[in-house]
């Protein structure tokens, strides 16, 4: 059984920073490929990054893109999303995933966490 929490979500003013982190247990973190997803009220879950399990395979949204960064720490069994120059409008519930496939789309994602907020003030 493999397990996700997310952390470090929160209230920012528009232009801050925040840094989601999510530790995944249970299963060798190393094979999965992550993934950040995020959901606002009213919308659908939306792709925002995804990393391999090589650190240098990264892919962005085109709204984020230039403004977020997403890494991993295979020993730590971690992954994270730092977020610069936040807006408004990403605001949202963010979710960490796991995929034993290199995908960007959702519902091909087979674990997930249980989400932080993001709230970004304007």
């Known amino acids: 059984q493999v397990q996700l929490v997310e952390s470090g979500g929160g209230l920012v003013q528009a232009g801050g920073s925040l840094r989601l982190s999510c530790v995944v247990s249970?299963?060798?973190?190393?094979?999965?490929?992550m993934g950040w997803f995020r959901q606002a009220p009213g919308k659908e879950r939306e792709f925002v990054a995804a990393i391999g399990w090589s650190t240098t395979s990264t892919f962005y949204a085109d709204s984020v893109k230039g403004r977020f960064i997403i890494s991993r720490d295979n020993a730590k069994n971690t992954v994270y999303l730092q977020m610069n120059s936040l807006k408004p409008e990403d605001t949202a519930v963010y979710y960490c995933?796991?995929?034993?496939?290199?995908?960007?789309?959702?519902?091909?994602?087979?674990?997930w966490g249980q989400g932080t907020q993001v709230t970004v003030s304007s």
């Open positions: 995933a796991a995929s034993t496939r290199p995908t960007i789309v959702p519902n091909r994602y087979e674990y």
């Open positions: 249970g299963r060798t973190f190393s094979g999965y490929m």
